[in-house]
């Protein structure tokens, strides 16, 4: 299993369109997503490959360039693998996959990293692990996946996926299922010790509510959030940041626990914290801030 991922925005660039690729490579994302899947149709699959490809041999990398592969069970994937790993990506965000998938590609990955002269395990990976009816009932057995550094989830295959003609109810929030799978996708990245990463808000015009759901995602547990546009990045990158306030109370817990070493308990501003307190204000300080 790859180290956790540190990533605050994971900003998506259609892999045909030069253009796109080098405005997400100016933006101010943590990591750039260069996607092969669903932004490219069908007739461009072999131009984007190509065009991914070269702008990982010759692009400067201002964040680490990841690569949203095809599922493995398509006719695409090995093509788009065999295209980008000699070009070193960073990681290899895995779609509409299952555990044994995320495993089978770790053994295409090792084969070809040694092909290309490459450290063999050198390229992470994120799973997107909602997206099949089968996936939905593994996101609690990613534990020692080899390579993987995050799960994320999809509304939107998810619910292709259930035969579903919508997945939000009349107030614009998610159905029930969709909920869940959104829960299960946290849950199951704590059980793996891998980053949970919150799916993307589709209308990127929408910045106020791109705002709400970011900063929702990060009080429940989510620590980075998909972008589909480079408007989306610094609300998301703000959003996952602590606030001033939240770093000063955070270093207020840590040092008040350090002058009492033992202690299971302590006072603080009139409140009792225990050992979850301590744990959470360690992880605020832990963010990526600014």
């Known amino acids: 299993m790859a180290d956790p991922l540190i990533a605050r925005s994971l900003l998506f660039a259609p892999g045909d369109s030069e253009r796109k690729l080098a405005k997400a490579g100016a933006s101010e994302a943590d990591l750039v997503l260069l996607d092969l899947e669903d932004a490219v149709a069908p007739a461009n699959k072999a131009t984007a490959r190509a065009l991914v490809a070269e702008h990982l041999r010759s692009a400067p990398r201002a964040q680490p360039q990841w690569v949203r592969i095809n599922p493995l069970d398509t006719d695409h994937a090995l093509a788009d693998l065999a295209a980008v790993v000699p070009g070193c990506p960073d990681g ?9 998938e995320a495993e089978r590609l770790d053994h295409y990955l090792s084969a070809l990293e040694a092909a290309a002269g490459h450290k063999v395990g050198a390229i992470r990976v994120i799973v997107v692990a ?50 869940l799978f959104r829960a299960l996708c946290l849950a199951g990245s704590a059980a793996a010790n891998v980053t949970p990463i919150e799916t993307i808000h589709g209308d990127f015009r929408d910045l106020d509510g791109l705002a709400k759901v970011a900063a929702k995602a990060r009080r429940a547990g989510f620590r980075g959030m998909m972008a589909i546009h480079p408007d989306q990045v610094p609300v998301i990158n703000r959003a996952f940041s602590p606030s001033d306030a939240e770093i000063a109370r955070a270093q207020a817990i840590v040092a008040a626990f350090a002058a009492n070493p033992g202690a299971g308990t302590i006072g603080l501003d009139g409140a009792m914290l225990d050992m979850p307190h301590l744990k959470r204000a360690q992880a605020v300080l832990a963010m990526p801030q600014g």
Request: glycine residues 10%; proline residues 7%.
């Open 92 to 100: 290899i965000m895995l779609p509409k996959a299952t555990r044994a």
């Open 130 to 179: 909602t997206e099949t009816a089968p996936a939905l009932f593994g996101l609690g057995d990613y534990a020692g996946c080899p390579r993987l550094a995050a799960l994320t989830w999809g509304a939107e295959d998810s619910a292709t996926a259930l035969g579903a003609t919508d997945n939000r109810d009349e107030t614009g929030e998610y159905d029930f299922p969709y909920q």
